[in-house]
């Protein structure tokens, strides 16, 4: 995609608001702040800096085979720009990925965005209230700076012995390279989370033979993906219809919280599902008691697949039933002692969500660093506004996430949030910037809710913080209580007069 032409490096190009990532949150951010524009209001200008050269965040990155989502089409796209012709209930994320590149084009975003251009440096300027915001390509000065980065961005590979002095080949999910000869490889295939049991079926059927490193069992259940129908695919093209189809998911995955909360009934019922998915699927009960998680079902992501347990039995595959703990030229050690010679590596092994690495390059009020700030662990108002970082709007951030939800609804949640400010910045020229209490009180009642929830119920997972073993990726309660409690920007919190509303368009 082509964006607009970066400045050279010694100007500074003065901007309103600044979004940094063009994926799912930036561009929707963007669209929403063009549509405000179109229909009268005055947002001011803003730019998106995009450190690749094409929209799409983690759509664009992750192009492993198999890659798909497991939130149905419907409701994982925008609920202003809702789509008539998805082709699955779950997106492939091929689809996903031309979906948000017509977004760009179709809503006028190609002129805002600039590509190649990697935050690098990002800090608040006290005396002109302004964020000063570099990248290898130029220098910008905005009022409003808005972290739609991402936290499945920044892919994590283990530290593994001898890794460096690894013979064959290696890369991760997040970042696949399409010209990985595959053909009769041996495979070593390290996880067993989403991107892994998306991949698995496709590495079985391409390659000569795949190890699976499993350091813990995943809980599958069935994903019972299918094409629409030629009728289906009619009465979509009704606006309405797709809106009620919307509405309908929405609420049947939010009917799934209470197993979060670890309702015996509910959270029963899943264990049920998952135990028979796994019992129809294998047969032979050693193989299923290797399968078997020991942990509680949901404390991990409960992952969605028809193809992984078959994959798992395919002659070519053998489950190594832990973890990767070293290399030896083309021999991967186990922890068990086993010993796999292999020609590719493959780290299915996740992201750094917790610790983003952009929180070290982001300088507030007094000089605070954003990952000093979130030194034990992430945190943020209304989960989206962080103490000496004024006028900084962190989307898809601390406690923004859910287990069991659409991420696109919690997204949305949180551009009416920043809508909401950016009009009372319209008003007033103080910088908005969170008193202390409010963020205690706010990560305080969290903290709260969450601890009865299964994701802190003893598993090792990534919504929770490894050092202070708070939950600080996931929302810990309904989607539709997250935007009930956050939907709303209120001046009040700030300790500043609301200002006359003059609505938005
Ligand atoms: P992940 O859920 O963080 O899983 C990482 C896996 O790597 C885990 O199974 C982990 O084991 C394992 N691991 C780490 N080090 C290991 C080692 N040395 N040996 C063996 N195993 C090791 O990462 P992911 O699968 O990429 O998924 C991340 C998130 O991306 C998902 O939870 C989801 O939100 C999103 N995603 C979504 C979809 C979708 O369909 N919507 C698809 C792909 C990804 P432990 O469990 O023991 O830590």
Redesign the pocket.
């Given at each position: 995609m082509t964006g607009s032409h970066a400045p050279t490096p010694q100007e500074v190009t003065e901007v309103d608001t600044l979004i940094a990532g063009a994926g799912i949150a930036g561009l929707g951010m963007g669209i929403r702040l063009k549509r405000d524009a179109a229909a009268g209001a005055d947002r001011g200008s803003f730019l998106i800096l995009e450190r690749a050269n094409d929209v799409g965040g983690t759509w664009r990155d992750?192009v492993y085979p198999g890659?798909?989502?497991?939130?149905p089409s419907h409701l994982y796209s925008y609920s202003f720009r809702t789509k008539p012709d998805w082709t699955h209930v779950f997106p492939s994320g091929a689809e996903l990925q031309e979906y948000l590149r017509e977004c760009a084009r179709e809503e006028g975003l190609l002129p805002h965005l600039r590509f190649g251009e990697p935050v690098t440096d990002a800090r608040w300027d006290e005396d002109a209230a302004r964020w000063l915001v570099t990248t290898p390509a130029g220098r910008y000065r905005s009022r409003v700076l808005v972290s739609a980065v991402g936290r499945?961005s920044e892919p994590?590979v283990?530290s593994?012995d001898g890794l460096d002095g690894f013979s064959g080949a290696v890369v991760h999910?997040?970042a696949w390279n399409a010209g990985l000869g595959l053909g009769g490889a041996r495979v070593g295939l390290?996880?067993?989370?989403?991107?892994?049991?998306?991949l698995l079926p496709e590495l079985a059927r391409r390659a000569g033979h795949v190890t699976v490193?499993?350091?813990?069992a995943?809980y599958v259940v069935p994903r019972g993906d299918r094409a629409y129908d030629e009728s289906e695919l009619a009465l979509l093209a009704d606006p309405a219809e797709r809106d009620l189809l919307r509405e309908q998911i929405f609420w049947d995955a939010e009917a799934a919280f209470p197993q979060r909360l670890q309702v015996p009934e509910a959270i029963g019922a899943l264990r049920g599902r998952a135990a028979s998915h796994l019992r129809a699927q294998v047969a032979d009960p050693m193989l299923r008691a290797r399968l078997t998680p020991d942990y509680e079902i949901g404390c991990?992501?409960v992952l969605?697949s028809d193809d992984y347990y078959p994959a798992i039995q395919s002659p070519n595959v053998t489950l190594e039933t832990s973890?990767?703990?070293g290399i030896d030229g083309s021999t991967a050690i186990a922890a068990s002692g086993a010993r796999h010679e292999l020609d590719v590596l493959v780290f299915?092994?996740?992201?750094h969500a917790t610790r983003p690495p952009f929180a070290e390059l982001v300088t507030g009020r007094g000089g605070i660093r954003l990952a000093e700030h979130w030194s034990n662990g992430m945190r943020a108002y209304a989960s989206t506004v962080v103490h000496r970082f004024p006028n900084l709007f962190v989307l898809d951030g601390p406690n923004a996430s859910l287990g069991h939800n659409s991420a696109v609804y919690m997204i949305e949640t949180q551009l009416e949030y920043v809508l909401g400010a950016l009009e009372y910045l319209d008003e007033s020229d103080a910088p908005l910037d969170i008193p202390l209490a409010a963020e205690d009180d706010y990560v305080a009642a969290l903290d709260a809710a969450a601890r009865d929830t299964v994701w802190l119920s003893g598993c090792?997972?990534?919504y929770v913080d490894d050092r202070s073993h708070r939950l600080t990726l996931l929302w810990p309660g309904y989607a539709h209580a997250f935007r009930e409690r956050n939907g709303t920007f209120d001046a009040a919190a700030f300790g500043v007069r609301p200002v006359f509303s003059r609505g938005r368009g």
């Open positions: 992750n890659v798909a989502c497991d939130i499945l994590r283990p593994i999910t997040a390290v996880g067993t989370g989403a991107s892994a049991v998306q490193f499993q350091r813990s995943p991990k992501r969605l973890a990767l703990v299915a092994t996740g992201f090792t997972s990534w």
